[in-house]
């Protein structure tokens, strides 16, 4: 009896050593799971984990500007698709699991021939989701304040200067396509 006693005396008054190492261990845990949390949320935003379900538009993004130009800036995948605010991240990253169900389950685009008929659906889908956040993952790239119009053709110029400076459009409004092949575009609106 004597001896539970001075379990639960001890216990409800701790040394200040044994409060310190449990606090510790807590941290330490807390850095671990940290640790494999965000190295999973940066393993799911690489070009290869992307690839190994997108593997006909990784081959079309070779031959765009984003993947080589003369200043060697390359943007990947989740560049542009993926945000870098930590909660909209998280946001994002829940959706893409429906992505998994997609793959292994209703395989919506395991061939070429479904992935050309639903690529205008999922296209609308990107441009849908650009339009809300007003392209913010073209901006963490491509400032508005730094454009230098002197140093862009008349026709950006005439644009930039007017549609996009006043709010009334966004980059994926006049910039569809920049990345990948469009989709069929019959049918869909203000095209
Ligand atoms: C396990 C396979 C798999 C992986 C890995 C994967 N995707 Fe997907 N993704 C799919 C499938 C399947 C669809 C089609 C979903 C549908 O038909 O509704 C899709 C759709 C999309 C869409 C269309 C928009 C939308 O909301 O459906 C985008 C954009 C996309 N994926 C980007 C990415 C990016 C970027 C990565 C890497 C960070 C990635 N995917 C990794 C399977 C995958
Ligand atoms: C990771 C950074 C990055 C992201 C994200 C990014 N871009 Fe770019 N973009 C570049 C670079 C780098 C170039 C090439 C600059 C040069 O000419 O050297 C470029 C070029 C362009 C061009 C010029 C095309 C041409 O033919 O000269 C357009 C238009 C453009 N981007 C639009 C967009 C849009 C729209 C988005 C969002 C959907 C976007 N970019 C996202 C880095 C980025
Ligand atoms: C109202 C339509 C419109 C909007 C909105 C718009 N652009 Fe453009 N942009 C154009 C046009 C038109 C061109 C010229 C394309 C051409 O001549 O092939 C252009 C050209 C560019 C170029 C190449 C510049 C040059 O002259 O070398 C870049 C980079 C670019 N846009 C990025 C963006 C980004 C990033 C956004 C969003 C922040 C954006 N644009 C929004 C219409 C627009
Ligand atoms: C420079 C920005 C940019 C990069 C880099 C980029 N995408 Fe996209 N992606 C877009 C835009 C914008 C759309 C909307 C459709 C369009 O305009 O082509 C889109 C659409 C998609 C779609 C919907 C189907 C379609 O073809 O429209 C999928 C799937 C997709 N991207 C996957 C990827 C994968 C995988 C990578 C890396 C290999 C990638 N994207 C790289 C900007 C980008």
């Given at each position: 009896?004597?001896?539970?006693?001075?379990?639960?005396?001890?216990?409800?008054?701790?040394?200040?050593?044994?409060?310190?190492?449990?606090?510790?261990?807590?941290?330490?845990?807390g850095?671990?799971?940290?640790?494999?949390?965000?190295?999973?949320?940066?393993?799911?935003?690489?070009e290869?984990?992307?690839?190994?379900?997108?593997?006909?538009?990784?081959?079309?993004?070779?031959?765009?500007?984003?993947?080589?130009?003369?200043?060697?800036?390359?943007?990947?995948?989740?560049?542009?698709?993926?945000?870098?605010?930590?909660?909209?991240?998280?946001?994002?990253?829940?959706?893409?699991?429906?992505?998994?169900?997609?793959?292994?389950?209703?395989?919506?685009?395991?061939?070429?021939?479904?992935?050309?008929?639903?690529?205008?659906?999922?296209?609308e889908?990107?441009?849908?989701?650009?339009?809300?956040?007003?392209?913010?993952?073209?901006?963490?790239?491509?400032?508005?304040?730094?454009?230098?119009?002197?140093?862009q053709?008349?026709?950006?110029?005439?644009?930039?200067?007017?549609?996009?400076?006043?709010?009334?459009?966004?980059?994926?409004?006049?910039?569809k396509?920049?990345?990948?092949?469009?989709?069929?575009?019959?049918?869909?609106?203000?095209?």
């Amino acid at each position: 009896m004597n001896i539970i006693k001075a379990f639960w005396r001890r216990l409800r008054s701790p040394s200040k050593v044994a409060v310190g190492v449990v606090l510790l261990m807590g941290f330490m845990g807390g850095l671990l799971f940290w640790g494999a949390f965000n190295t999973g949320m940066e393993a799911t935003n690489t070009e290869e984990f992307c690839s190994g379900c997108h593997a006909p538009i990784v081959k079309e993004i070779r031959e765009t500007v984003h993947f080589s130009n003369r200043s060697g800036v390359r943007a990947i995948c989740s560049d542009c698709h993926v945000p870098h605010n930590w909660t909209d991240k998280i946001v994002r990253k829940v959706q893409a699991s429906k992505e998994l169900f997609a793959h292994y389950v209703t395989k919506t685009i395991d061939t070429e021939e479904k992935f050309k008929e639903r690529r205008s659906h999922l296209a609308e889908r990107e441009w849908h989701r650009m339009k809300e956040n007003n392209s913010q993952e073209c901006r963490n790239c491509h400032n508005f304040d730094y454009m230098d119009f002197s140093e862009q053709g008349p026709r950006s110029v005439k644009q930039h200067s007017t549609a996009l400076a006043s709010g009334e459009k966004t980059c994926v409004d006049c910039h569809k396509g920049i990345a990948h092949k469009l989709p069929d575009m019959q049918g869909i609106e203000g095209w």
